[in-house]
């Protein structure tokens, strides 16, 4: 209320200033080195929380409902790490699939097939990360076993998640795309 900015900066500045704040306990304080990701997203917690309550929007109810939603995705991803710890170490299952694979008819052509279609089908519903940290792990030694070269292996993969990515039913980047493209 200096004068310095008109009014409409002045609103801007003031509506940025606590999510920028926000952004800083995060990042900031991981990148200074004052905490480890996982202090600096309790930070980030706890101001948000301080955000919500001076703002007069913090209730118990929602904050039951967050502690609820935290509970149940917190069980799931344990659940999930029990799972493939159980998998990969209790009952072989890196070898399972191994098997399963290099049992197909085709020899590396017929392994090729199923693995691109397989890759096809879940590229709709997985995005690259998962695609990429949790199936071609398992592919990869399998690819390498066969005696396929894993540089064109990889090439091959990465075509047919972009060509799933861009085909309906979901068709994540065309939604990439339509951001970007001029309206008509």
Not at 42 to 70: D, E, F, V, Y
């Amino acid at each position: 209320r200096l004068g310095l900015l008109s009014r409409m900066a002045e609103r801007v500045t003031f509506v940025l200033i606590p999510p920028l704040l926000l952004i800083f306990l995060v990042l900031g304080t991981i990148f200074l080195g004052v905490a480890t990701p996982t202090e600096g997203g309790a930070m980030g917690a706890m101001g948000a929380l301080i955000m919500a309550s001076s703002r007069g929007r913090m209730s118990i109810a929602l904050l039951k409902q967050a502690l609820t939603s935290t509970t149940k995705l917190s069980s799931f991803v344990l659940f999930i790490l029990i799972g493939s710890t159980v998998f990969s170490l209790g009952v072989d299952g890196s070898k399972w699939v191994e098997h399963l694979l290099t049992s197909v008819p085709g020899g590396q052509l017929g392994f090729l097939i199923v693995v691109n279609l397989l890759i096809f089908f879940l590229a709709f519903f997985l995005d690259f990360f998962e695609l990429s940290f949790i199936v071609v792990p398992l592919l990869a030694p399998v690819a390498e076993k066969m005696g396929i070269d894993l540089i064109w292996f990889g090439v091959l993969l990465a075509v047919n998640m972009q060509t799933s990515f861009m085909h309906p039913p979901f068709g994540f980047a065309l939604f990439f795309l339509r951001s970007v493209a001029p309206a008509n």
